[in-house]
């Protein structure tokens, strides 16, 4: 009876111990094989050209799982200053990894000017026709779509081209600030507004608007794309190496088929 009773014991114990080391990798999940997961915050100007190089990427490394948080550079800024868990940060503007650089938040080894853009004024597919950008001070356009300058560089550089052009202060009454660019993109294809800044990039995945003017580069600070590595990133290899498949010529070819250009080094 001792001897059945010793038997039942040894084979609980034994299924125990295999039931227990079968599940720890699964618990853990820091087996073999687990995926490692990476948080990009970006400037939503990027939306499209990161969907597609999110799905390349993960199709070519299955232990890798990109996670994208998509807004305003300033206030992805902000989260990162707060302590949002954020492997790479890519900004729409250069004045945003500047501060994070300046405050120790960022690896200054990893930085890059990754990408550059175009700024264009966008209109209604059957809006006004604007030749020239005196136009906006006339009574064909009432209401005027740009981002808010603080926060989204968008907002900023056509900022900096109305004050270039003189007409910053006579337009105040029209302006109609958004969130982010791509709101800005849908104040115009709803009909919310006459006009609006937005990237070249973003202007490509508009429905029913038109391109009426390209911004000249003279007329504001370069637009730049500065992407880095978060100091506290919790992981740090993985977003280097996804970063310079961003700037690989992979990674580029796709950026330029959604109206980016590749960053001045």
Known sequence: MKKLAAGVLLLFLVAALAAGCGQTPGKSGRGAGAQKEVTVSAAISLKDALGKIKADYEKAHPDVKITYNLGASGALQQQIEQGAPVDLFISAGASQMDQLAKEGLIDPATRVNLLSNDLVLVTPQNGPQIKDFSALAGPAVKKIGLGLPKTVPAGKYAQETLDSLKLWDK??????????????????????????????????????????????????????????????????DVAREFLNYLASPPGMQVFEQYGLKPGKK
């Open 171 to 236: 337009l105040q009454p029209k302006l109609v600030t958004a969130n982010d660019v791509r709101q800005v993109l849908t104040y115009v294809e709803t009909g919310n507004v006459d006009a609006g800044f937005v990237y070249r990039s973003d202007a490509m995945m508009g429905k029913n608007i038109k391109v009426a003017l390209t911004v000249p580069d003279n007329l504001h600070k370069p637009i730049v794309y500065p992407a880095a590595v978060v100091k506290n990133a919790r992981q740090k």
